[in-house]
């Protein structure tokens, strides 16, 4: 669900007492002011700041983790109308980045409508962080994400899970467990406060539409204008779990477009040569069986050490399949990957071509692990593996597989429940041929939601629709409702 749809892996309260703590927690911890500094691209006019929250909302008192806050202020005051919040995805993703590269965007669409405001969540870049003491070998995204061995065996993975998750315990401690959807809605509800805010408004994309979702729930009086961009099922039963199922469903669905894309006449022409085959239908088995040829045979690359195999492959097409910009590169890597010259070593994209660092894989595993409990069978694993390799070869069990979660303590907090309770001020994008949050994962928010929310269903692949992916209809309708309140009468389609 995040940059390359990363799907990363307290307190027991009733809902009364979740509503008294955080009476508790402002009463003994007010909330300060900001002290802002310029940061950020030139020219953007970006700011920054720290804000200090308890580590655990149930213990005002105790620790406190600082948050790396990040906005764009209205130049338009007349025309200002509040706060517009923009939630990052992953669980692992910076929102103080994804500011700085979306708010020249967002200002040109909302004109001087918001204040843009972003904070990277517990856990991310310049906030606090916590450390797993993982070994580097456990710290790839091949092996962060339980890619099977060739054979379809698991043996490996339930391995790496296993001590993962026993490391984590043992180095993270309660600031790890801290790191939840919950609190991070929480987190934002602080940031709210301290900006003097009686409500705010939401852009949340991927894994940020369920952040945004959990907020409104939790503090329905709060939220003026929400719009959840490439949502997954909120089912609290499952929540990152069902999520990680999906991405097989979701590779299946926008495969096509890439297939299509590779075998058009187009990519013959001299400035590309990056045409796969003659017919789309071609593609998929050409792919399949160069993934295959890598799980016997790696190919030395052009980073030294290391190879691509099979499984570095097969998540390269799971990257690529997020954007159609990211198209012609992956065709290149398909024909280097091919070339009967040796010498010829094809180029492993980024993020795939070193570790992540200790506190990435934190975050990563830490936020879907603390928020709901995993099934802990190994032979249920094993089981559902097999069959999903059978009915998605393109993902060959990973979304299925065992994670560190299946070893990790039991979650303090149960998942929130989204209902259709509540103001009727969502807005949901949704990509017809999401890799990450597919359609049919979009459809169980939405009937979630019921009459809070209306679906922009967009005829388009790739993960993250507004000022992404998606098309002039869809940006239309989200930038519309934005400025001015109004949504479709009913869910509608772009074509």
């Given amino acids: 669900m995040t940059t390359y749809g990363r799907t990363s892996l307290v307190l027991a309260l009733s809902a009364a007492a979740v509503a008294a703590s955080l009476t508790v927690a402002r009463a003994a911890a007010p909330v300060g002011g900001l002290d802002w500094v310029p940061c950020g691209p030139e020219g953007l006019g970006q700011e920054c700041a720290t804000l200090s929250v308890p580590q655990d909302y149930a213990d005002p008192g105790g620790p406190a983790l600082s948050l790396a806050v990040s906005r764009i202020r209205s130049q338009e005051p007349t025309a ?34 918001y204040d843009l405001v972003a904070f990277d969540p517990r856990g991310v870049g310049g906030s606090s962080t916590a450390s797993c003491g993982l070994d580097e070998g456990d710290r790839w995204l091949v092996t962060v994400r339980g890619w099977p061995a060739a054979d379809g065996g698991i043996e490996e993975n339930v391995a790496r899970a296993r001590r993962t998750a026993e490391a984590c315990a043992r180095n993270g401690g309660d600031r790890l467990r801290s790191f939840t959807t919950e609190n991070q809605a929480r987190d934002l509800d602080r940031l709210r406060e301290a900006l003097g805010e009686e409500r705010i408004s939401a852009w949340g994309v991927s894994y940020g539409t369920y952040v945004g979702a959990v907020y409104a729930q939790k503090y329905p009086q709060r939220t003026d204008r929400l719009v959840l961009d490439s949502s ?14 999906y991405m097989a469903e979701g590779a299946e669905d926008r ?33 399949l069986a160069l993934a295959a040829r890598l799980d016997r045979e ?50 492993i994209p980024p993020g795939l071509d070193a570790a992540m660092t200790d506190q990435d894989t934190a975050i990563t595993v830490g936020v879907i692990c603390n928020d709901v409990k995993w099934p802990g069978s190994v032979p249920a694993y094993r089981r559902a593996v097999a069959a999903d390799r059978v009915r998605h070869p393109l993902t060959a069990g990973m979304p299925a597989n065992i994670t560190p979660c299946s070893f990790w303590k039991t979650p303090v907090e149960k998942p929130v429940r989204i209902t259709g309770r509540g103001p009727s001020n969502i807005l949901m994008v949704q990509g017809m041929r999401d890799p990450a949050t597919p359609y049919a994962a979009g459809l169980r928010m939405r009937a979630a939601l019921g009459d809070r929310a209306r679906l922009v269903s967009v005829d388009h692949g790739g993960h993250g629709m507004y000022l992404g992916n998606g098309n002039a209809c869809g940006d239309r309708a989200v930038t519309d409702f934005l400025r001015t309140g109004e949504r479709p009468a009913a869910d509608v389609t772009c074509r």
Avoid: C
């Fill in 80 to 113: 200002r109308r509040g706060t517009l919040m923009v939630i990052p995805g992953g669980p692992g993703s910076s929102g103080v980045k994804r500011l700085s590269q979306k708010g020249a965007a967002l200002r040109e669409r909302l004109g001087g409508t």
């Fill in 232 to 245: 997954s099922d909120p089912d609290p039963k499952r929540v990152e779990r069902g999520w990680l199922e």
């Fill in 255 to 287: 495969f096509p477009d890439f297939a299509a894309w590779a075998a058009h006449p187009d990519r013959d022409r001299p400035d590309q040569r990056l045409r796969l085959a003659e017919r789309p239908e071609d593609v998929r088995p050409l792919v």
């Fill in 298 to 347: 790696p190919r030395e690359s052009t980073t030294p050490g290391v190879p691509l195999t099979g499984n570095v492959f097969r998540q390269a097409l799971q990257n690529t399949l997020y954007s159609d910009a990211a198209f012609p590169a992956f065709a290149r890597l398909v024909l280097d990957a091919s070339a009967r010259d040796p010498e010829v070593r094809p180029v």
